[in-house]
């Protein structure tokens, strides 16, 4: 639960019990969190929706309409870019074979790392089961579907290191 540490810049946030908030979290107004754990010093911005089981680090900075979920770990100081969406389901389907809706158990999830000080740019798509290094940059728009190494720049649709 967000306590007297947290600054808050706005209404309309959705933030529950399970929450943890490291000290001086800054938050924006439109946001949905829920079982994940927020670092120190980290600003998360407006329209931003972070799951449960996703671990935020340390003076990160989540920029606006941002999709963290499930089994995404950034470390510290990580910059993430306005619109990027993290995906941690390979296969994704609304139905079962028998055409009945997918439960929990219908789905695998796949884990994702952001190492310290990673820069992710706006509109950046990351299939689930990467990991993008230490210093690594992602260029805007690009979809990283293959480990980056630490310290390469990656752009394109799929990322490829350039430079």
């Not at 924006?28 to 829920?34: C, T, V």
């Not at 980290?42 to 003076?59: D, H, L, Y």
């Not at 100081?77 to 929990?104: L, Q, S």
């Amino acid at each position: 639960m967000p306590g007297e540490r947290a600054r808050f810049s706005g209404d309309f946030q959705m933030i529950g019990d399970d929450v943890v908030l490291g000290r001086d979290v800054r938050l924006s107004s439109f946001i949905n969190l829920y079982g994940c754990e927020i670092g120190d010093e980290t600003t998360i911005g407006a329209f931003v929706e972070i799951q449960r089981g996703a671990v935020i680090g340390a003076r990160c900075k989540i920029s606006s309409h941002t999709f963290v979920c499930d089994g995404v770990t950034i470390e510290d100081e990580c910059f993430v870019g306005h619109g990027v969406a993290f995906i941690n389901d390979r296969n994704p389907r609304a139905v079962t074979e028998e055409g009945d809706p997918c439960g929990d158990g219908d789905w695998q999830k796949v884990s994702t790392i952001v190492r310290r000080r990673a820069s992710i740019g706006s509109g950046a798509t990351i299939v689930g089961g990467v990991e993008i290094g230490e210093r690594a940059v992602v260029a805007a728009g690009a979809v990283v579907t293959h480990d980056v190494a630490p310290g390469v720049l990656v752009m394109g649709v799929p990322a490829r290191p350039v430079g």
